[in-house]
């Protein structure tokens, strides 16, 4: 399969610093996913594209990037996905909204800087005892399941249209961890976490 892979460059120690485009054509496998498209260039065709990457099963969350313009993790995209008229083009950037450090990787400390100022446990006033559990029953856990799966890849904070125009404000995976804890039965802070939420770049910033 015939694919033309054209990802942006940006490289910080180049003499003139620029975000560049850069096409790669390709042939690879008809099941292979985006990711493995740029390993392979990676690997076979260009050493300096820099890119993250870790697990290549949608676990680790370190692939996120931009595929024809939407997030999306790249290891569980296939390249495939994008054919049209019998033409493959992929177009790979960075994730959005985070600061570039070189070509595809970008820097995840404003993210998780956000994530740790939602105090991202469990606060309880009951803690169990030494070597005991702290049991919640299946029902008071099961509309958490959504958000307690979250892989915190940075593909919601890639595409948030808030976070275009205001770099302060908390950002859907933080406010995601934080109503992890809000609605966690066994947290009895809401109270103090939903005050904190309430301010400035908080919840009501979300459109
Ligand atoms: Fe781990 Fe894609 S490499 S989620």
Redesign the pocket.
């Known amino acids: 399969m015939d694919v033309t892979v054209k990802s942006k460059r940006y490289n910080p120690d180049a003499e003139r610093p620029q975000v560049d485009w850069q096409e790669y054509p390709i042939s690879i496998d008809e099941n292979a996913t985006v ?1 493995d498209a740029l390993i392979m260039i990676r690997e076979e065709v260009d050493g300096t594209l820099s890119l993250r ?11 996120a990037m931009r595929i024809n313009g939407q997030a999306m ?4 995209t296939k390249v495939s996905d994008f054919e049209e008229n019998g033409n493959i083009k992929l177009l790979v950037e960075p994730p959005g909204n985070m600061p570039v450090i070189k070509d595809l990787v970008v820097d995840f400390v404003p993210f998780w800087s956000k994530v740790k100022s939602v105090d991202p446990w469990l606060k309880s006033s009951h803690p169990p005892k030494y070597m005991e559990e702290h049991i919640a029953s299946n029902e008071s856990m099961l509309h958490l399941s959504g958000v307690m799966g979250c ?1 915190m ?1 940075g593909a919601c904070v890639s595409d948030c249209t808030v976070l275009e125009v205001d770099k302060s404000f908390l950002g859907p995976a933080a406010l995601a961890k934080a109503y992890r804890f809000v609605s966690d039965p066994r947290d009895d802070s809401t109270k103090f976490r939903l005050k904190a939420l309430e301010k400035p770049s908080g919840m009501w910033d979300c459109t």
């Open positions: 990711l990457c870790s697990c290549r099963s949608s676990i680790c969350g370190s692939c993790l790249a290891c569980n892989i890849c």
